[in-house]
């Protein structure tokens, strides 16, 4: 039996965060990629609150660069949130997509930025 893309990449994802939790201390940076934009959330799952968040649809993203250049300036931007709130260290939840392209932008992006994970 065959999956869609959309199951398969949620049975991964459902995978995944059986072994990710985000804590007060070490929160999830987790991603969402959509065709045309990219979003990331820092999540804090013990109380259930999202921390922060940054997208490729803010006006502090340029909407005319290519879509890996995008996603690495929202890298940039959710590290940058992060330190204003002494968020240094994340675990990185990369919600069943492949490590590559636009997810990996980001998280080099984050990684420049400074955070670590």
Known sequence: MSFSKGKRRQRIHWRIRKK???????PRLSVYRSNRDIYCQVIDDVNGHTLLSASSREDSVPGDAKPIERAKKVGQLIAERAKDKNIEVVVFDRSGYL???????????????GLKF
């Open 99 to 113: 490590y590559h392209g636009r997810i990996k932008a980001l998280a080099e992006g984050a990684r420049e930025g």
């Open 20 to 26: 990710i939790k985000g804590t007060e201390q070490r």
